[in-house]
Nanobody
Framework: VQLVESGGGSVQTGDSLRLSCAAS???????????MGWFRQAPGKEREWVAA???????NYGDSARGRFTLSRDVDKKILYLEMSDLKPDDTAMYYC??????????????????????RGRGTQVTVSS
């Protein structure tokens, strides 16, 4: 499985961005067999889990994302989106897309704040200036 993120950039406080994660290769096709999500990491900071979804569409958000970010997906195109609005300088980070071959793992990692995934993209940089 390959995951390729795109959509990052440099924006001002209050702006919006939409990140995309395109999955290709030997992607899972069985419903409820995997999960996907986003995490972010800024230089010198801990990894922070942003949002996660099961393959059946159950979505959970991290505290930093709730209310400002929206996770969605195009199942046919195998693309995961992260719509980010009202961006703040604290949102500056590299954003990574992940996929795990267990439908509940991503939400579990989101809840406890740590864990690894089967597949991860190379990331897309988001920089928010004040």
């Amino acid at each position: 499985v390959q995951l390729v993120e795109s959509g990052g950039g440099s924006v001002q406080t209050g702006d919006s961005l939409r990140l995309s994660c395109a999955a290709s290769g030997d992607t899972p096709t069985t419903p409820n067999s995997y999960c996907m999500g986003w995490f972010r990491q800024a230089p010198g900071k801990e990894r922070e889990w942003v949002a996660a979804t099961t393959s059946t569409g159950d979505i959970n958000y991290g505290d930093s994302a709730r209310g400002r970010f929206t996770l969605s997906r195009d199942v046919d195109k195998k693309i995961l989106y992260l719509e980010m609005s009202d961006l703040k300088p604290d949102d500056t980070a590299m954003y990574y897309c992940v996929l795990h071959l267990n439908p509940y793992h991503c939400v579990h990692v989101l809840a406890i704040g740590r864990g690894e995934f089967d597949f991860r993209g190379r990331g897309t940089q988001v920089t928010v200036s004040s």
